[in-house]
């Protein structure tokens, strides 16, 4: 398919059923791919309803929500090399991934202290998660 539209953006795992986004199937086979891989979906601005936008909003819920869970199974692996529980809240690692986090908000023109508090979220709560997988070994 092709779009004069710029944006594009990836159905993971199955075919979009508005065809005005885009029909493939596809199923990466690594993250790699989840990030290479786009069906066309319309910019926001080119939107003409709330059911594309709700519709783009969904498949970008969708991506957020599988890379979210592709992060969680690297960070329940990263247990198995950490020595001490010091290792598992690495305070200066937090701090680095938030502030590069940050950055890239302003990048992508999205709201830093947004970014901020959805990486600290995340990151405590994987942390736990981790701590529980680094005793259980």
Same mark, same amino acid.
């Given at each position: 398919? /092709?779009?004069?539209?710029t944006?594009?953006? *990836?159905?993971?795992?199955?075919?979009?059923?508005?065809?005005? *986004?885009? @029909?493939?199937?596809?199923?990466?086979? /690594?993250?790699? =791919?989840?990030?290479?891989?786009?069906?066309?979906?319309?910019? #926001?601005?080119?939107?003409?309803?709330?059911?594309?936008?709700?519709? #783009?909003?969904?498949?970008?819920?969708?991506?957020?929500?599988?890379?979210?869970?592709?992060?969680?199974?690297y960070?329940?692996?990263?247990?198995k *090399?950490?020595?001490? =529980?010091?290792? %598992?809240?690495?305070?200066?690692?937090?701090?680095? %991934?938030?502030?590069?986090?940050?950055?890239?908000?302003?990048?992508? @023109?999205?709201?830093? =202290?947004?970014?901020?508090? +959805?990486?600290?979220?995340?990151?405590? &709560? &994987? +942390?736990?998660?981790?701590?529980? =997988?680094?005793?259980?070994?």
């Amino acid at each position: 398919m /092709t779009s004069a539209n710029t944006d594009k953006r *990836f159905v993971p795992n199955g075919t979009h059923p508005n065809s005005a *986004f885009g @029909g493939a199937s596809y199923t990466p086979k /690594t993250l790699d =791919e989840t990030t290479k891989r786009n069906v066309n979906m319309k910019d #926001a601005r080119d939107c003409i309803n709330m059911t594309e936008i709700r519709t #783009a909003i969904d498949i970008i819920d969708n991506q957020i929500v599988e890379l979210i869970a592709s992060r969680s199974k690297y960070v329940k692996e990263a247990a198995k *090399f950490k020595k001490d =529980e010091k290792a %598992v809240t690495d305070s200066n690692r937090v701090q680095k %991934v938030i502030n590069s986090k940050k950055e890239l908000a302003e990048k992508y @023109g999205a709201s830093p =202290e947004l970014i901020e508090k +959805i990486y600290k979220l995340m990151i405590y &709560f &994987f +942390i736990n998660e981790e701590m529980k =997988e680094w005793k259980s070994k």
